[in-house]
């Protein structure tokens, strides 16, 4: 579950702009790919489920997004980020848009090996 703050481009409704987020954060692309045709993308597709206005802040959105854990790669910090923040910040019907904070299920953080040696091989690599 990840939580976006965001300030949607002038005309781009609060709705439209989570959405947006949600797709192009998971399997939305602005090109037509030639692998679409042989799965399913509904099942990868990240979902606004809630959006809700910042108390204060004029045009700025909390959009929460659910992702399906099948989207990422097992053990993968990097997977799951690139996939997650990796190319939405670009997108070009939003004037700002800023994580907020992220929440990873036990099921998928227990997939995680973590580093392959201790912080004293870090050290030494470093000396220091």
């Known amino acids: 579950l990840a939580a976006f703050r965001v300030t ?13 987020v949600a797709a192009e954060s998971s ?4 090109t037509t790919v030639w692998t679409d045709g042989l799965t399913s993308l509904d ?11 910042v108390v204060g802040e004029e045009d700025q959105y909390i ?11 097992e053990g993968s910090v ?6 997650i923040v990796g190319n939405v910040f670009g997108f070009k019907a939003l004037r700002a848009l800023r994580l ?21 091989v870090e050290r030494d690599k470093l000396n220091k």
Request: glycine share 10%; hydrophobic share 25%.
């Open 8 to 20: 949607p481009q002038p005309g781009v409704p609060p709705e439209e702009a989570g959405a947006a």
């Open 27 to 30: 399997t939305g692309t602005w």
């Open 43 to 53: 099942r990868y597709k990240g979902r606004c489920y809630h959006i809700e206005s």
């Open 63 to 73: 959009a929460y997004v659910a992702y399906p854990l099948d989207l990422f790669e």
């Open 78 to 83: 990097t997977n799951m980020f690139t996939s």
């Open 100 to 120: 907020e904070d992220l929440r990873i299920p036990t099921s998928y953080s227990k997939t995680f090996q973590g580093p392959p040696h201790g912080i004293q």
